[in-house]
């Protein structure tokens, strides 16, 4: 038989840098779950991706044990690194702050594909140039 569920949460962590500070301490020690393991779990499960950001969703049952889901790192953040920007334009329409390659694009799109809802490459390559738009960096 199935565990009850408490709850589930979602948090967005760097890759192999969990610990108990805010915001995961306050997260989780609400709903009396062991922070240190967490963490432990969570940082060995992301050390191949340092330096990414990861959302993580944790469900939390009622006898306080728990089970987390890796999903991949936010596009916006991806797009970030391959313009190599520090956030994104204030006014995408009018300033431009970086460019991405189609090759760029492609790469992400592949990536985030299991988390997109879209089979297709090609709708999945327009998903993440749309963000690119809204984030004001230019795609060629």
Request: proline share 6%; hydrophobic share 45%.
């Amino acid at each position: 038989m199935a565990k009850p569920i408490k709850t589930t949460i979602k948090l967005q962590i760097a890759a192999a840098a969990a610990n108990p500070a805010p915001p995961i301490g306050p997260a989780l020690g609400q709903h009396g779950v062991n922070i240190q393991e967490f963490c432990r779990q969570f940082n060995e499960a992301t050390k191949e991706m340092a330096g990414d950001i990861i959302p993580a969703e944790i469900t939390i049952f009622e006898d306080r044990s728990f089970t987390f889901k890796l999903k991949t790192p936010p596009t916006s953040a991806l797009l970030k690194k391959a313009a190599g920007i520090e956030k994104a334009s204030g006014n995408p329409l009018k300033i431009k702050v970086g460019k991405v390659s189609k090759a760029d694009v492609k790469a992400i799109a592949e990536r985030k594909m299991i988390d997109l809802n879209t089979d297709n490459l090609d709708a999945a390559i327009k998903i993440v140039e749309g963000t690119a738009r809204s984030m004001g960096i230019e795609v060629g």
